[in-house]
């Protein structure tokens, strides 16, 4: 039997065996052509990866997650075919003949958007306990079969690194470049992504993107979790598979027991296709991102904030401080004012965070003084938080005990001079909710920066299978309560924040609205960040710094502000401290983002130079909303003043407008676009300055 699927321009297609054997055959932007697959191969077009404790594997696979039983045994079922709200829902039905486990694949398709859900649901029906090694929540094999060259000739993979300061360092591989060269039809080597902790993005983004050069077709994938995930390229049947879950005991230390009766849910991936390559994948993924994002009026708004951190107060806020840069901030348009770290306590706080209590040393007139001048000066008061955590040396510890906390080995984890706070505890619970109320209700708080600077590790044993089970059950509390605060306070914005970009996901971003996106201190440096920022989240969720500094020039302020405009603008620096006309710069670029910012939720972006990379001279990133093209262009270094920037899309289109839309001063660039060339060419005369271009087609 054969099911082919046509939805949104996906196509797939399923073959059930004589003995009822469910495989994968296509998946992708164009339709399967049989040719690409031979009969003897389709065994490997596995639906489901599935390993039990005690269950053999079927051949040599290295650590690979291939080969696994009773994933080899699952025996088709039947299918549901429906519709609901968001579009098509397949639901593909297996069983396991010898343990009574049974698998639900389940593939949510979006109206008009090239991506899907994929979650795979376990529940015993058997008799016995079955202990899970591995599940997968989407596995394809073949995805490399379209085009007559070779693997290594044609494939590249795309690979989002990160780090704390050094967010989104992008990368494209051969697969060769890789170390998985087309030697022989199957190995033990794979290309692979894992994390294991509670800093979901601590050295990659939970995503991926495969392109097909000879093609000119992309796949590209996301996991949608805030803790430990896994993800892998391999080979066998001579073609490659790509199997994406959340974590494995393997690699994550995950490791699950379910007893007659009960179900385990895996961890959602959403995975698409593009006709196109890096940029109309990431343009796809932005589409889907929109969709399953929670509704809020935030991401429509795109009000500018104030932080008052970054090259700025670093965490020490006082009342006599906080005025006058609330004065500043009010005079160049900012819309929030959010007062960050360091408000619930006199000195040094960092190991005695817990009770988020204002500090009276701090706010001689107490903390509503201060947030209510904020909103005397039409801004909305916003605090920063870290909720997740208690210090180790808080007052608030006096009221817990070791059921609050994270343990392994029986003791409390500890990390940074921290414990984390185990969302499964309802006491836990009632505390953070408590919190929110005050800020909220009491002080009349509607931005909370919600921070995270711990990483709690593999998990947790307290009422767990395994560590790793421990922290899943705590990383799905968590979201649970975040669901009942936004519908709570459906109007109140929480930033999502883990020492910058740590927790970079769309577990987190589907809830929240706005995502810090590094702690970098240095401009310059963070141009690079912002610039490729858009391709890991929506533009309209990527806060991006813009700090002033005290010392510096009027082309430091235009480069820092640029950084910001086409995003989300978090701005900071000592304000009240500039000169009347750095500042007036200041108020010059949030004037005019109040005049595009409507575009920028509808826009996809675009990067002419490509990818950025830290090392290049010249980056540029633009958005394309209908007819504008927006281009920020940066030159951080290097001898040449001139740049080309191709924009192919509108090649042999004359411009109606073209212009730089800041700074108003062009100070001595220029820039012409050349539609039969399809390039703007842009002169930036010295290094570390940065532009705005606009134009009309």
Same mark, same amino acid.
């Given at each position: ?58 051949? #040599?696979?290295?650590? =690979? ?44 398709? #979006?109206? &008009? ?11 015993? *029906? ?13 596995? @394809? ?120 009766? +009960? ?69 160049? &348009? ?38 209510? #001048? ?13 909720? *997740? ?53 009491? #002080? ?49 914005? /929480? ?33 690079? /960040? ?46 009240? *401290? ?66 080309? @920037? ?22 001595? =660039? ?15 005369? +010295? ?11």
């Amino acid at each position: 039997m054969m099911i082919d699927i046509e939805e949104n321009g996906l196509y797939l297609k399923i073959e059930v065996t004589a003995e009822g054997d469910a495989r994968l055959l296509h998946f992708g932007a164009r339709p399967l052509v049989e040719a690409d697959i031979a009969e003897e191969q389709k065994p490997g077009f596995r639906l489901l990866e599935l390993q039990l404790t005690g269950e053999d594997r079927a051949e #040599y696979h290295g650590r =690979t997650h291939r080969a696994t039983y009773p994933g080899l045994r699952m025996v088709y079922e039947g299918m549901n075919d429906s519709r609901n709200e968001q579009g098509r829902k397949l639901e593909l039905l297996l069983a396991d003949p010898v343990t009574g486990l049974q698998a639900d694949l389940h593939i949510q398709f #979006y109206n &008009g958007v090239k991506t899907v859900r994929c979650w795979t649901v376990l529940r015993n *029906e058997g008799s016995e306990a079955a202990e899970v090694e591995y599940v997968s929540s989407f596995a @394809l094999t073949g995805i490399e079969k379209e085009g007559t060259l070779d693997r290594d000739e044609k494939m590249s993979v795309y690979i989002p690194h990160n780090g704390w300061q050094s967010e989104l360092q992008w990368r494209s591989y051969t697969l060769p470049e890789l170390g998985m060269s087309h030697m022989k039809d199957r190995g033990s080597k794979r290309i692979s992504c894992s994390n294991t902790g509670s800093w979901s993005a601590a050295e990659h983004i939970p995503m991926a993107v495969l392109t097909n050069t000879e093609t000119a077709t992309s796949l590209f994938w996301q996991i949608e979790h805030s803790g430990s995930w896994h993800w892998e390229i391999i080979d066998q049947y001579d073609h490659l598979t790509l199997l994406v879950s959340g974590p494995t005991e393997h690699d994550n230390h995950w490791w699950k027991r379910l007893m007659p009766g +009960e179900q385990f849910v895996s961890v959602p991936v959403a995975v698409g296709v593009a006709e196109g390559g890096f940029e109309k994948a990431i343009g796809e993924l932005t589409s889907y991102r929109r969709r399953i994002r929670r509704p809020n009026d935030d991401n429509r708004l795109l009000r500018i904030i104030f932080n008052d951190y970054m090259n700025c107060l670093w965490g020490s806020p006082t009342t006599a401080k906080l005025l006058p840069l609330i004065d500043a901030a009010a005079e160049v &348009g900012s819309e929030y004012f959010c007062i960050d770290a360091g408000w619930y306590a006199p000195g040094e706080w960092w190991d005695g965070v817990g009770e988020w209590l204002p500090s009276s040393e701090r706010f001689p007139e107490g903390i509503k003084y201060v947030l209510d #001048y904020i909103r005397s000066k039409g801004m909305i008061p916003g605090l920063w938080l870290e909720l *997740e955590v208690m210090g180790i040396r808080s007052p608030k510890l006096a009221e817990t005990d070791d059921s609050w906390f994270f343990k392994r080995h029986g003791k409390r984890v500890v990390d940074r001079s921290r414990y984390q706070l185990d969302y499964r505890n309802p006491k836990v619970i009632a505390h953070a909710d408590e919190v929110i109320r005050r800020l909220v209700e009491d #002080y009349g708080v509607g931005y909370i920066k919600m921070d995270y600077n711990i990483n709690a590790g593999i998990g947790t044993e307290t009422d767990a299978d395994s560590v790793g089970d421990g922290l899943l059950a705590h990383n799905r509390a968590y979201l649970a309560w975040l669901d009942r605060i936004f519908a709570r306070y459906p109007e109140l914005v /929480i930033e999502n924040c883990s020492s910058g970009g740590m927790r970079m996901d769309y577990a987190m971003l589907s809830r929240h609205s706005i995502q810090s996106t590094s702690d970098q201190e240095d401009y310059v440096k963070y141009a690079g /960040i912002a610039a490729s920022s858009p391709a890991a989240l929506t533009p309209e969720q990527s806060a991006i710094w813009s700090y002033p500094l005290r010392e510096g020039d009027d082309e430091e302020v235009i480069f820092n502000m640029v950084n910001a405009l086409l995003l989300r603008i978090h701005q900071s620096g000592h304000l009240a *401290e500039l000169s009347p006309r750095r500042l007036a710069l200041v108020k010059e670029a949030l004037d005019y983002y109040k005049t595009i910012r409507a575009d920028i939720p509808e826009a996809l972006p675009f990067w002419p130079l490509g990818l950025p990379k830290q090392q290049d001279d010249w980056i540029s990133f633009g958005l394309r909303a209908g007819n504008r093209v927006y281009v920020a262009v940066w030159r951080l270094a290097g001898g040449e003043k001139e740049v080309r @920037l191709p924009l192919s899309a509108f090649k042999g289109k004359e411009a109606s407008s073209q212009r730089c839309a800041y700074p108003a001063d062009t100070r001595g =660039t220029s820039s012409q676009w050349n539609a039969e060339a399809g390039t703007l060419v842009v002169r930036l005369p +010295e290094p570390r300055t940065a532009r705005l271009f606009e134009l009309d087609f």
